[in-house]
């Protein structure tokens, strides 16, 4: 079964650092790029960043940038993704999401049809 | 980058057909064919729909529907069931490597 499973999302302070794990399992972890999206409690869904099948390419939103890093060990079927310098509107469910692939083509930055089951991150003193 | 811009809510009756709009700007929508919509029902990961404005992965039945028009995108939900009452979100690619959500759009099955 392909799967994606969150985990390390925990109450945090302002100013503080956490790292997310997403382990997979069921495909070929690394012949996919992933991605991360996070839903903050009532709201909408936000793309937070993505990473190719090899990190040679990284890409972040504007909101992230400079204090989140992504990064994957393909030897260990696992995405990573290192949270510094914690706000109150980061506090959200994070998801790590796989893109769909059809006919040899994949929509690596628009479309996922593989999600984990997401876990919590609340930034709060 | 600028969510896209979604009705707060849509209704309609079980058999019913029901349109979901998203508005871009030509920077995104109108710009790409790279639309996505998703369903997350309370509590649950979003599921895909639609993507590339209009194709459905497999298992995703047929009463769905997506289309765009310049700057704007469209889901129909054609013969409403019950089990389609969720949240729906529209997505785009916006360049530059980026890619923008709708706000979200509470549909009911009256």
């Known amino acids: 079964e392909v799967q994606l499973v969150e985990s390390g999302g925990e109450l945090v302070q302002p100013g503080g650092s956490l790292r997310l794990s997403c382990a997979a399992s069921?495909?070929?972890?690394?012949?996919?790029?992933m991605n991360w999206v996070r839903q903050a409690p009532g709201k909408g869904l936000e793309w937070v960043s993505y990473?190719?099948?090899?990190?040679?390419?990284?890409d972040y939103a504007d909101s992230v940038k400079g204090r989140f890093t992504i990064s994957r060990d393909n030897a260990k079927n696992s995405l990573y993704l290192q949270m510094n310098s914690l706000r109150d509107e980061d506090t959200a469910v994070y998801y790590c999401?796989?893109?769909?692939?059809?006919?040899?083509?994949?929509?690596?930055?628009?479309?996922?049809?593989?999600w984990g089951q997401g876990t919590m991150v609340t930034v709060s003193s | 980058q600028s969510a896209l811009t979604q009705p707060p809510s849509a209704s309609g009756s079980p058999g019913q057909s029901v349109t979901i709009s998203c508005t871009g700007t030509?920077?995104?929508?109108?710009?790409?064919?790279?639309v996505s919509w998703y369903q997350q029902h309370p509590g649950k990961a979003p599921k895909l729909m639609i993507y590339?404005?209009?194709k459905r992965p497999s298992g995703v039945p047929d009463r769905f529907s997506g289309s765009k028009s310049g700057n704007a995108a469209s889901l129909t939900v054609s013969g409403l069931q019950a089990e389609d009452e969720a949240d729906y979100y529209c997505?785009?690619?916006?360049?530059?490597?980026?890619?923008?959500f709708g706000g979200g759009t509470k549909l009911t099955v009256l």
């Open positions: 590339e404005v209009s």
């Open positions: 990473i190719s099948s090899g990190s040679g390419s990284i």
């Open positions: 030509s920077g995104d929508v109108g710009d790409y064919n790279y």
């Open positions: 999401a796989r893109p769909y692939c059809s006919g040899g083509s994949c929509y690596s930055r628009s479309a996922f049809n593989i």
């Open positions: 997505s785009s690619y916006a360049g530059s490597n980026n890619l923008v």
């Open positions: 069921g495909f070929t972890f690394s012949s996919y790029s």
